[in-house]
């Protein structure tokens, strides 16, 4: 991870006088205070043309230049998963503290060479449910430094934590800035950010009705009951059973902080009421997200999208495709408050083991 290289750099560094790069930050919240990681220093930067709460604000991005321009070295194994450098790890991974889109607007100044390069513009920036929050950085330094303990715990080389958390970052921010642009591909990238978590995420065993109920029941009434359980075993022992990792995983790390969030939305049509109630969804999203990346089926439209208010358990209809209740997922940003919280518990907790 090139920030985490920039913070090993400046440790044995700092001392000496050193380039820094200089980039201009795109958010809709105004950020106080700084975040200080030493090779790294954000901070709010210009006023805003007018005063409208979730206006877009320009913010400072200050970054050590390292030595023989580490930070655009291609990937080594199996590392990097971010291009271009530092500035976009701390883009995405404040997106990902914050529930707030960040966007890489401007390089500024590339060590002592005074630049203007655009990359974005203030229509880039994505809205979300913290427009227009008041954001303290130095709240934000704790999730950086957590960073450091997936790395301590990949020390042992039979667990790989901090790469695959950084690509569920880096789909978590693809998935917001496609929120109001394209509601199937942010789904799809969603679904993918918990995804890269589960290379080596364990389950209890399943049975073969939990894996595909019909193929069950045909093979039962086919097949002696001595020789069932001994089916089912060489049966399920090849599985990936990716979907039901997916589900476990995401209730395994939805803790009671998630329930009893005040900011939680309080229209039917947003708002999960307990457990079970999650894993039904969260089945039909998986099986919608798979339908559409692997046989081009249509993905259920947004409710959201559509501005109707529905309560969760009744069907739509839209022009001539009448959408059945067991086929409709709850809008995006529902499903992106549940992301969010199971990333920042899986960073929590991973990082905490190597304590």
């Known amino acids: 991870m090139y920030l985490l290289e920039a913070l090993d750099y400046y440790r044995k560094n700092k001392d000496a006088k050193s380039e820094y790069s200089e980039f201009e930050i795109l958010c809709r919240n105004h950020l106080t205070g700084v975040l200080d990681l030493g090779c790294a220093y954000l901070q709010f930067w210009e006023m805003p043309r007018n005063f409208e ?40 991974l404040m997106t990902l ?29 994505a809205k979300g449910d913290m427009d227009g929050k008041v954001l303290a950085l130095g709240d934000f330094k704790p999730y950086f430094d957590m960073l450091e303990g997936l ?103 939805l803790t009671e902080r998630f329930w009893s969030d005040p900011t939680r939305p309080k229209g039917n049509s947003n708002r999960f009421n307990d457990v079970s109630e999650i894993e039904k969804y969260l089945g039909r999203i998986y099986d919608a997200r798979s339908g559409t990346l692997h046989a081009g089926k249509p993905f259920p439209p947004s409710v959201e999208n559509l501005n109707i208010e529905r309560p969760m358990g009744t069907g739509i209809i839209i022009g001539n495709k009448v959408w059945e209740e067991k086929e409709l997922i709850p809008p995006v940003r529902a499903f992106e408050r549940i992301v969010h919280h199971v990333l920042l518990e899986y960073l929590k907790r991973e990082s905490s083991k190597a304590q």
């Not at 580490?70 to 271009?84: A, V």
């Not at 966007?103 to 880039?124: F, P």
């Not at 599985?239 to 476990?248: E, G, N, S």
């Open 151 to 253: 790395r301590k715990t990949e020390e042992d080389k039979s667990l790989r934590r901090l790469e695959p958390f950084m690509l569920a970052a880096r789909f978590y921010h693809l998935g917001f800035s496609l929120i109001g642009k394209d509601e199937t591909l942010a789904y799809i990238s969603f679904v993918s950010a918990v995804e890269s978590l589960l290379h080596d995420y364990n389950i209890n065993s399943i049975t073969l009705e939990d894996w595909n109920e019909q193929a069950a029941r045909l093979i039962k009434e086919s097949t002696p009951d001595d020789k069932y359980q001994e089916i089912q075993k060489v049966i399920l022992a090849n599985l990936p059973r990716i979907k039901q990792r997916f589900i476990a995983c995401i209730k395994e790390h």
């Open 97 to 125: 503290f914050s529930r707030s889109h960040f966007v890489l607007s401007r390089m500024l100044k590339l060590g002592n060479i005074l630049l203007m390069n655009k990359y974005a513009d203030e229509e880039d920036v």
């Open 53 to 92: 709460q979730a206006v877009v604000r320009a913010h400072y991005l200050k970054i050590i230049a390292l030595p023989g321009d580490l930070s655009l070295q291609t990937p080594r194994g199996q590392e990097y998963y971010i291009p271009g450098g530092i500035q976009n790890e701390i883009v995405i």
